[in-house]
């Protein structure tokens, strides 16, 4: 069992390969949902990081000196970079490519896993992140649209003052919380865009709540963050 763990032409073609499909089968889900880093992307960092890996055993195995994670650790903790580039707040303060940048965090473990030659963690750890990109979004939609919780974007006429939004939504149970104004989103004059938190009672489910603020007078656009 050793032996396949052993710096060999053989094993180095095969964490390599290995990195190469590991690494597009977790980017063909990001991909096909056109996320700012897709197949490609994912493929080359796992390749990348299971290439530092393999390098950096190759000089502790060859030189006998030196740490034989030293190079790994550098991946960790430099695959921030590049995932924090994929993480954006849009003008509505929406935070866009979380999971994005956790994927790709993600691939380079598993490449790093490929270039030492533990083999099995890699192919567990990189199965399980394709099955937790892919399958899990329809649970996460599902958790989110069941919430009690949600935060909205609103614009409401200047003609109805921002007190009588606040009175409506607690005459209806909602807790308004983390208000927050958006004078820059809007060129309309004649209206008043803010984002706010809301949290609703039991009685009232995630679409009853997206209704009633959209029915309150005054209120010309709703969108839910």
Not at 173 to 186: A, D, K, Y
Request: net charge neutral; glycine share 10%; aromatic share 8%.
């Amino acid at each position: 069992m050793l032996a396949v763990r052993e710096l060999t032409y053989a094993s180095l073609a095969v964490r390599i390969l290995a990195s190469i499909l590991l690494g597009g089968m977790i980017g063909l889900d990001r991909g096909l949902k056109n996320r700012p880093a897709g197949l490609r992307t994912y493929m080359l960092v796992c390749l990348g990081a299971c290439i530092v890996m393999i390098t950096n055993q190759y000089v502790f195995q060859a030189f006998g000196v030196g740490d034989p994670v030293r190079m790994g650790a550098q991946v960790v903790s430099g695959i921030g970079f590049l995932g924090a580039g994929t993480i954006i707040v849009t003008a509505r303060n929406q935070i866009k490519g979380l999971t994005t940048a956790a994927g790709l965090w993600a691939s380079a473990c598993v490449g790093l896993a490929l270039g030492i030659g533990l083999y099995e963690v890699a192919v567990i750890g990189g199965v399980s992140i394709f099955v937790v990109l892919a399958l899990m979004h329809k649970l996460d939609f599902l958790m989110r649209r069941n919430t009690r919780i949600m935060e909205v974007y609103v614009e409401l006429k200047r003609s109805v003052p921002l007190g009588a939004f606040l009175d409506f939504v607690r005459a209806q149970n909602f807790e308004p919380s983390n208000l927050q104004m958006q004078l820059e989103n809007t060129s309309d004059l004649d209206v008043l865009a803010f984002s706010v938190t809301l949290k609703g009672p039991k009685e009232f489910s995630h679409s009853d709540i997206v209704q009633t603020v959209r029915n309150m007078d005054g209120v010309s656009y709703m969108e839910e963050l």
